[in-house]
């Protein structure tokens, strides 16, 4: 009895603990502010023109960019950044559009490579893509900033990146495929882009965390068949969303019950077939937040969601609504794992992870090298998801250094390792 005591305290100490941290990023903002004056914020991304799809772009290769132009930073950063517009692939495998963000730093190292970092958004709003967080000015969420600082990171390693809006112009999280075709093609352009001074044999990395560890992992997977000639030669992520039924479960009713929402949600505003086997089990009040969750951010959803049990939302249980036969589809569609990078790649999970169950990253683990992948993994006893963001960013920055700067092959086959910390393991 002592023991479950003990255990129980120690998981409300934790939620609360989580709950700090969410809502002191949520009203506290980002630590580096915009000197742009007050009421400068750059249009919406849904009446800006540049976002806007010309005619015929069809017709262009996935990749090319449709529209460029010069933007103002949020942050000061060691940098010049422009947007780029390019034709991509959705998730219906159709042409679509949507805007990367890329940076040439100051003191980019004369082999130039290139990272594409993906920024966690876990959610649908227009507001919540990078494309508009990173301009000067934007009355957006706080999740954008809140990765700034990885972003300098990788700046200041003197590597040009890319930051795609993966989720495309209609905000589609989490599902499968479209993360990496979006990510792959924002590469793509970024390589066109001359003022980068990149080229086709220019070493490539890819690094994410949760929402944007489920975007590398996709790009990663499907790089071998969906862009075979880019010179990937690393990806490093975290925490990333294996198995999304798992990550539901998990989040419901405890502090990251917001993921539910914004999941769900998105798969009913994207899959018609969704829609119409979720509707009728809908409570008037349910299918009010499944579209009020689609125009806002996840900092916003989080506050309004915090512990709430989704059930409540829906007259069967959630494990029943998880199991309708179209939902349950396109949720195993969108599972990592399945199949095989090229690239190798680098993982971290939290052990403690309340967001991401550390059992079902393990699982993509063992699928991946199953399959042949080289996989160098880490498990973080002490992290959990929030605190990992921060103590897993400088080994995976190490890691990738060596597959972008030096000649240094990547360790062959697949090796696991559970650290105390990755702050005191030996690198």
């Known amino acids: 009895m002592e023991v479950e005591m003990s255990s129980k305290a120690q998981r409300r100490v934790r939620w609360f603990g989580v709950a700090a941290v969410a809502v002191m990023v949520t009203f506290a903002g980002p630590v580096i502010v915009s000197s742009s004056p007050a009421g400068a914020a750059p249009p919406l991304p849904q009446v800006d023109e540049f976002y806007q799809p010309p005619a015929g772009f069809e017709a262009a290769a996935p990749g090319a960019i449709l529209r460029s132009r010069p933007i103002e930073l949020v942050a000061p950063l060691p940098a010049q950044a422009w947007q780029l517009l390019y034709r991509t692939t959705d998730v219906f495998d159709r042409p679509d559009v949507t805007v990367t963000t890329v940076f040439l730093p100051n003191n980019v190292r004369p082999d130039r490579p290139l990272v594409s970092q993906q920024m966690f958004e876990d959610a649908s709003g227009p507001l919540c893509v990078p494309s508009y967080g990173l301009q000067a000015g934007a009355k957006s969420s706080t999740e954008t900033t809140g990765q700034i600082t990885d972003l300098q990171t990788i700046l200041q390693n003197g590597w040009v990146v890319s930051v795609p809006d993966f989720g495309g112009r209609f905000g589609h999280f989490p599902v499968a495929q479209e993360p990496g075709y979006m990510t792959l093609d924002g590469i793509r352009a970024a390589l066109q882009f001359a003022p980068l001074g990149l080229g ?166 063992e699928d991946l090298c199953a399959r042949g992948a080289r996989v160098t993994y880490i498990r973080d006893q002490l992290a959990e998801h929030l605190s990992m963001i921060l103590s897993g960013a400088p080994a995976a920055f190490s890691w990738l250094a060596e597959r972008l700067n030096t000649d240094t092959p990547a360790p062959a086959g697949c090796s696991t390792t559970t650290v105390l910390s990755q702050l005191i393991a030996p690198k």
């Open 200 to 365: 086709s044999e220019s070493r490539i990395g890819l690094y994410g965390y949760s929402g944007g560890g489920f975007a590398t992992g996709w790009a990663a997977e499907l790089q071998p068949s969906y862009a075979p000639e880019l010179n990937i030669t690393g990806a490093a992520y975290g925490g990333p969303g294996a198995d999304i039924n798992a990550a539901l479960f998990t989040t419901n009713g405890g502090p990251f019950s917001a993921i539910v929402g914004s999941g769900l949600s998105s798969y009913y505003a994207t899959y018609p077939e969704v829609k119409a086997a979720m509707g009728p089990h809908l409570t008037p009040e349910g299918a009010a937040v499944m579209d009020q969750i689609q125009t806002q951010c996840l900092s916003v959803t989080l506050v309004q969601q915090f512990m709430s049990d989704w059930k409540r939302y829906f007259d069967i249980p959630l494990d029943q609504v998880l199991a309708l036969p179209p939902l349950a589809e396109v949720i195993d569609k969108a599972r990592l794992g399945t199949h095989a990078p090229a690239a190798p790649l680098y993982v971290m999970q939290a052990v403690q992870d309340e967001v991401i169950p550390v059992g079902s990253t393990d699982r993509m683990v």
